[in-house]
C-alpha cells in the first residue's frame, strides 16, 4: 500500500518519515433462518476455534432462552 502525503520540513531539507501501516479487521459471524426470518449476527477481531465454539454458544443462548 502505497502512503502519499505531505511532510513539513525546512526547505531544502529531505523529509525523513517512518510510516507503518496497521491492518485492523473486522469478523462477522451470521446466521440466518430462512422459515422465519430469524437472524443472529457476533462482531469480533479475530478468527480461531475458540471464538467460533463461544459464537455457537451465544447463538444457543440466544435461541434457547
Same mark, same amino acid.
Request: glycine share 8%; proline share 3%.
Given at each position: 500500500? *502505497?502512503?502519499?502525503?505531505?511532510?513539513?520540513?525546512? @526547505? /531544502?531539507?529531505?523529509? %525523513?518519515?517512518?510510516?507503518?501501516?496497521?491492518?485492523? !479487521? !473486522?469478523?462477522?459471524?451470521? @446466521?440466518?433462518?430462512? %422459515?422465519? /426470518? $430469524? @437472524? #443472529?449476527?457476533? =462482531? %469480533?477481531?479475530?478468527? $480461531? !476455534? *475458540? %471464538?467460533? =465454539?463461544?459464537?455457537?454458544?451465544? #447463538?444457543? $443462548?440466544?435461541?434457547? @432462552?
Amino acid at each position: 500500500m *502505497t502512503h502519499l502525503g505531505n511532510y513539513l520540513t525546512a @526547505s /531544502g531539507v529531505k523529509p %525523513i518519515v517512518t510510516y507503518r501501516h496497521i491492518f485492523k !479487521t !473486522t469478523y462477522l459471524y451470521g @446466521s440466518f433462518s430462512p %422459515i422465519n /426470518g $430469524d @437472524s #443472529f449476527v457476533w =462482531e %469480533i477481531n479475530g478468527v $480461531d !476455534t *475458540t %471464538i467460533f =465454539e463461544q459464537y455457537l454458544k451465544a #447463538f444457543n $443462548d440466544a435461541f434457547n @432462552s
